[in-house]
């Protein structure tokens, strides 16, 4: 059994750009959530997503944004890029109140 | 609001010695806290959970914590760690039905020989 996958590992961006990070649950998780991590910091809550509905948001502007797929997969879009925006952004997917972690999409906006 | 605080941001012990990684947190409600770790570059790794019940929850990797309302701590312990044990531990309190979490800043621990 997979558990949470995500694509791709690396990327490097440069400023103003936009960029699309993907993520497929653990089987029979319905829940995905999105953190992102600067160095040396916790996981930061980005968004959670549920019957392919945004159900919660933390406190990130609107340049990030999201979907779910019917098949609960998930994709966060970052639009005009800024430095700060290098990070590693992690998925989380749960079925009930545990969330299980994929490996991470490491960020590097030049 | 609700936050995580974990005071120490590094710790060194010595193989086989014993371990506590110290968590307060703050919710409003009834807490749901996890244990997590990270190796270098990786993702988060689910060492143990507390939802109700008996407050000394055993994990993996022979790690157990305990939680204690009175004192809202929920501290991470090993009785003798392995060198495999170096890595950043994550405190983290979440709420009913897959809520987000909030996570402490971590404590990066290193092992010596």
């Known amino acids: 059994d997979a558990g949470v996958t995500q694509s791709p590992t690396h990327l490097i961006k440069t400023r103003g750009q936009q960029v699309t990070l993907r993520c497929s649950p653990k089987s029979g998780h319905d829940t995905v959530s999105w953190y992102q991590q600067a160095l040396g910091q916790g996981p930061q809550f980005i968004f959670q997503y549920y019957e392919e509905e945004e159900r919660q948001r933390g406190n990130f502007p609107d340049r990030f944004s999201g979907h779910q797929f019917p098949n609960y997969s998930s994709e966060l879009n970052v639009n005009a890029l800024l430095l700060g925006d290098s990070a590693l952004y992690l998925c989380?997917?749960?079925?009930?109140?545990?969330?299980?972690f994929g490996p991470g999409t490491r960020l590097l906006v030049l | 609001a609700q936050s995580v605080t974990q005071p120490d941001i590094h710790i060194t012990v010595s193989e086989g010695a014993s371990l506590e990684l110290r968590c307060n947190y703050s919710y409003g409600a009834t807490p749901y806290l996890f244990w997590y770790v990270q190796s270098p570059g990786q993702g988060l790794q689910l060492l143990l959970k507390?939802?109700?019940?008996?407050?000394l929850v055993q994990g993996i990797k022979g790690f157990e914590a305990e939680f204690k309302r009175s004192q809202s701590s929920f501290n991470l312990r090993k009785p003798s760690v392995h060198w495999s044990d170096a890595a950043e531990y994550f405190c983290?309190?979440?709420?009913?039905?897959?809520?987000?979490?909030?996570f402490g800043q971590g404590t990066r621990l290193t092992i010596n020989p």
């Open positions: 989380a997917s749960g079925a009930q109140e545990t969330q299980y």
């Open positions: 507390y939802f109700s019940g008996d407050t």
């Open positions: 983290a309190v979440g709420g009913r039905g897959a809520q987000k979490l909030v």
